[in-house]
């Protein structure tokens, strides 16, 4: 029922600073929290950030105040600004829904591949 697409991600330097976008499509009315996750080579995905239909947003304490997510009010576009980037933020950026279609279905994108050189 819902759809996820990423984009924004790249090769930036160490400082530097990016942002993701996500463009969820279907139906949108289902979801009722949408967040970004990350996944670096051979490590487990994580958190990153979430923000509630109302705006409430919760972040991973280490990425706090470099991190902020957001959304357009249309609530069908939610967004990742990245600042003061360094390599260890280079990982593969998802996405994600969480929705009451089908048992809370939670839905991914695709992912968008940031890499940050030193």
């Known amino acids: 029922q819902v759809q996820l697409v990423e984009s924004g991600g790249g090769l930036v330097q160490a400082g530097g600073s990016l942002r993701l976008s996500c463009v969820a499509s279907g139906s949108i009315s289902s979801i009722y929290l949408m967040g970004w996750y990350r996944q670096a080579p051979g490590k487990q995905r994580e958190l990153v950030a979430t923000i509630t239909n109302g705006g409430s947003t919760n972040y991973r304490d280490s990425e706090k105040g470099r991190f902020t997510i957001s959304r357009r009010n249309a609530r069908n576009t939610v967004y990742l600004q990245m600042n003061s980037l360094n390599p260890d933020d280079t990982a593969v950026y998802y996405c994600?829904?969480?929705?009451?279609?089908?048992?809370?279905?939670?839905?991914w994108g695709q992912g968008t591949l940031v890499t940050v050189s030193s």
């Open positions: 994600n829904a969480k929705t009451t279609v089908n048992r809370y279905l939670e839905v």
